[in-house]
Structures are given as structure tokens and as C-alpha cells.
């Protein structure tokens, strides 16, 4: 009588569920640091958000999915649910990874801005990803090659898109979007614009307005991202003329800091001074001397 050996569970495989939802558990604490980070860069940066939800977010809600499919085969005592949740957490750490890799391209080549939870979220989901295929026994390499490439490609095409879309939303977008801004952004100029929005200040302005493309320069093409703009020219892009009219707007551009009205174009320096703005002033980005 010919005996049939069982595959042998190793003492890694009986504790690697565990261990993935344990590693997922402080990823969700990681990502909600990333969130809390603060008046930075990096803090709702238009390179981090996927449509209105910011990738941190995402990834807060992909560590708790993570922990769901690490435990479901034990919680249920169901060995059936092995397989499928084995191969789910494949492909769901797989697109954190991809996703992990953009957010540090982001910090690190985009806004220059390293983020401490940030980047060890990113080590956290490298981890998960080499810890599931520590536990692929059950599973051959070259049934992962389709799944694997099919998220990957997802993913680097939405995070390309996203990449695109915080370069030119405007492009996007129906209407006629203000001339292109060429100047770079100081920490200063961020951390200024960042105020501003906290403190519900407006720009109002007109794409084809000169003066309004000057201000903007001097803030720099990230930092303004940050401005909250009202568009009144009805031909541009997301045209809110009536709200300019009813403010009482009667030049471009001008602003709408704590309830006052100021036009025309403002050095940075008067911006902060008018705002209350306690942050550091070292602007990159100076009115030219008349």
C-alpha cells in the first residue's frame, strides 16, 4: 500500500498570514501619518490624489483589505479560502507596490519633500509583496505572470494618468486654460499658498489677463496648485462668472483674503503680511523692480 505524502506546512507558512496582517496593521497607521502630515509639499499634492481621493487614503483602505484576506482563511477555519485569498493579496500588494514606487518618485523627484511615514508605508508594502511569495507553494510562478503584468500595467497607466493630470489639469478640462506657468516653487511659496487655501483666500482672474499669469508666476507652477482660483471669464476653464460679480470684482486680478478685497498683482511678501501668514519667507520668486 503506497502511502500519499502530504505537502509539508513550514513553521513561516503557518504564521505568515499573522504576519501579513500584522505588517498591514501598521501600514494603516503609516498611511493616516501620510495624511497628517501636515503644512508640507506633500500634504494633499495634486500628484497624490486619485481623482478626489488622496493615494495615502487608498492606501489605508488597501492595508485594511489586506488584513480582511490574511485572516479570512484562518478566522473561518475555510482552507478553501486559501487560494483565492492567497492570490488576491498577490495582485493587491503588487499595485501597492507600483503605487508605493510613484509616491517616492513623487517625494523625492517631483516635490523634493521626503516623507518619514510615507516612505516606510512604501517598505511595508514592498514587505507584504515578498512575504506573499514567500507563501506561494500552493501556487506556480507562471500562474502568477498574467495577473502580475495585468496590475502592473493598471497600474502604471493610473498612476501616469494622475502624474499627467497634476502636470495640466487643464488639459482635461472643456475651455481655455491660463498661459502655462514655467517658474519653479520654493518650500516658502508652497507653504504660503497652503495658507492661503487654509484660510479660504481666492485669486479671482481671467485666462487671457497678463497681470494674472504674473502672479501666478511668482508663485511658482506647484505652489499655485494650492490657490483656490475663481476663472471669471465665461470662456475659460470652469468659468464662475456670476460669483465674480456678485464679490464684486471689477479688475484682474484680485484677491479675497478674510473677507477684503484687494487687486491687482501682490508681491508675496504682501500676501503673507496680508493673510497673517507666520511661515517662512524666504520666496524664491520676486516682483521685478519698476
Not at 500634504?43 to 497624490?48: D, E, P, R, T
Not at 481623482?51 to 485594511?64: E, H, M, S
Not at 486680478?253 to 484687494?262: A, D, M, R, S
Amino acid at each position: 500500500m503506497v502511502r500519499k505524502h502530504k505537502q509539508q506546512t513550514t513553521g513561516f507558512q503557518r504564521y505568515s498570514r499573522y504576519l501579513s496582517a500584522g505588517v498591514a496593521a501598521a501600514g494603516v497607521l503609516l498611511s493616516v501619518g501620510c495624511l497628517a502630515k501636515g503644512n508640507s509639499p506633500i500634504s494633499g499634492s495634486a500628484y497624490l490624489q486619485l481623482g478626489p481621493v488622496p493615494i495615502p487614503l487608498l492606501g489605508a483602505i488597501a492595508y485594511v483589505l489586506v488584513m480582511i484576506l490574511s485572516l479570512a482563511p484562518k478566522l473561518t477555519k475555510n482552507k478553501k479560502l486559501e487560494g483565492p485569498t492567497w492570490l488576491g493579496l498577490f495582485m493587491l500588494s503588487t499595485a501597492m507596490t507600483v503605487f508605493s514606487s510613484y509616491v517616492m518618485y513623487v517625494m523625492f523627484g517631483v516635490l523634493g519633500d521626503p516623507c518619514v511615514p510615507c516612505l516606510l508605508s512604501a517598505g511595508l508594502s514592498l514587505g507584504l509583496w515578498v512575504l506573499t511569495l514567500l507563501d506561494s507553494d500552493r501556487k506556480g510562478i507562471g500562474q502568477l505572470l498574467l495577473p502580475g503584468i495585468s496590475v502592473v500595467m493598471i497600474a502604471l497607466v493610473t498612476t501616469a494618468g494622475m502624474h499627467a493630470y497634476a502636470q495640466n489639469p487643464d488639459s482635461f478640462t472643456a475651455g481655455n486654460p491660463p498661459r502655462a506657468v514655467q517658474t519653479t516653487s520654493g518650500s516658502s511659496e508652497i507653504g504660503l499658498a497652503q495658507h492661503l487655501k487654509s484660510i479660504d483666500a481666492k485669486k479671482y482672474g481671467a485666462w487671457w489677463c497678463p497681470h494674472c499669469h504674473a502672479q501666478q508666476t511668482l508663485f511658482g507652477k506647484e505652489a499655485f496648485d494650492y490657490v483656490p482660483y475663481v476663472e471669471c471669464d465665461e470662456e475659460g476653464v470652469n468659468p464662475q462668472p456670476r460669483t465674480c460679480q456678485s464679490v464684486g470684482v471689477n479688475s484682474y486680478p484680485t484677491w479675497e483674503i478674510n473677507g477684503e478685497l484687494y487687486p491687482g498683482v501682490k508681491s508675496l511678501d504682501v500676501l503673507a503680511d496680508l493673510s497673517g501668514y507666520s511661515g517662512p519667507k524666504d520666496f524664491t520668486n520676486q516682483m521685478p523692480a519698476n
